[in-house]
């Protein structure tokens, strides 16, 4: 059992468990820290037996199909809490999280390509998780995420991981500076490697776990078929045209593509091609050359910053998906929450859907929803 090495009086810390090594080493840094730790695992769909339900549970939910946080991964988590001897729950999020799977099938269906990532911590990570922590008396929520938080100057900033290998601030600009003023990610100044050697030093039987590289709720990687079970009339036929308008193919629907996207086209175009524009108004699917994805100019909304909205235009760096480096923009705040964002070099598959991500540095400053290039 991992202890308590300072007997201060901290506050309560609700850490959300999903039975992983970054959250299980969470738990037990902020323990050994001396903070009075409560452990929340997040059920979404997977239910355990009967006979290994949570006494603690807030909330019973109904027998459902096998979903996407699975029983082996909440045993995990109980008996991490175990080993810290301290409160274990098991909320069932499964409606809030049918949200978030009605999100992703939408955004598909109208030719865009979802980050369900970035909004299950702007939801539920950061939403419902903290009305829980209220509940229960938490002052602070912890993850397991790569980021890092400054609370110098009497105001927090959101920087990147020390491992920009897994750095996850870029999932976490959605989430509201009142929250993150809340929020605790105690690994975030650590390597993988070094959180897995944490996880040995404590003792715990998780320290060798794989990640999760996948979207939870997608493990076998078949997008198509999460849209297709809930908006079947995203499927329709429809022709491939190039930027011309010659037809070079057809397709199934939309919803089978994505900007950039190059592989399982259906198409024999006898040169490297890449799908440039969805329109689904024609049900149509563009293809062109690698060129044809290069944008120097893009509109974004649903701005969110995490300190005061800039009124001027600002310099800065924009990542527009996960694994994309940074490039320097300028970008321009509308009251109305949108962002013009210009870019100094072209950039590749500005993809619809996806979230721009603004930092100075390290730090992140904001970010919005890619709506289109210009």
């Not at 999280?97 to 970035?118: K, M, Q, S």
Request: hydrophobic share 35%; aromatic share 8%.
């Amino acid at each position: 059992m991992v202890g308590s090495t300072d007997k201060s009086n901290k506050p309560k810390v609700l850490v959300a468990m999903s039975g992983g090594v970054d959250s299980s080493v969470t738990a037990c840094l902020l323990r050994e820290q001396g903070y009075e730790v409560m452990g929340l695992f997040m059920r979404v769909g997977a239910e355990m037996p009967e006979d290994q339900a949570c006494s603690t549970d807030i909330e019973s939910p109904k027998r459902s199909h096998q979903g996407c946080c699975s029983a082996s991964d909440a045993a995990d988590a109980r008996f991490v809490a175990g080993m810290l001897d301290i409160p274990f729950y098991v909320l069932n999020f499964k409606p809030d999280f049918e949200r978030l799977i009605d999100y992703f099938a939408d955004e598909y269906a109208a030719g865009r390509t979802p980050n369900p990532c970035v909004q299950c911590n702007t939801w539920l990570k950061f939403g419902k998780l903290v009305e829980y922590a209220d509940m229960l008396g938490c002052k602070y929520v912890a993850t397991g995420h790569y980021a890092r938080l400054d609370r110098e100057g009497g105001r927090t900033r959101l920087r990147r991981g020390i491992d920009h290998r897994k750095d996850q601030s870029y999932f976490l600009f959605g989430v509201r500076s009142e929250m993150l003023d809340r929020a605790m990610f105690p690994i975030g100044h650590l390597q993988k490697d070094e959180v897995r050697k944490e996880a040995e030093r404590f003792g715990l039987p998780v320290h060798n776990k794989p990640d999760s590289v996948e979207i939870c709720f997608v493990p076998d990687r078949d997008y198509a078929r999460v849209v297709r079970e809930r908006r079947p009339d995203a499927f329709k036929p429809g022709n491939i045209e190039d930027a011309e308008g010659k037809v070079l193919g057809d397709h199934d629907g939309v919803a089978n593509f994505t900007i950039g996207q190059r592989r399982g086209l259906g198409v024999a175009a006898g040169k490297p091609v890449y799908v440039t524009q969805l329109n689904v108004l024609n049900n149509t699917v563009v293809l062109g050359e690698r060129a044809d994805l290069m944008h120097k100019n893009l509109i974004a909304n649903e701005a969110n910053f995490v300190s005061t909205p800039p009124t001027d235009s600002i310099r800065c760096e924009g990542q527009i998906r996960y694994q994309h480096q940074a490039a320097t923009c300028t970008v321009t705040a509308s009251p109305d929450g949108t962002l013009d964002v210009e870019f100094d070099e072209p950039q590749s598959a500005i993809t619809p859907g996806q979230a721009l991500v603004l930092y100075h540095g390290d730090e992140v400053i904001g970010g919005g929803w890619i709506d289109r290039v210009l």
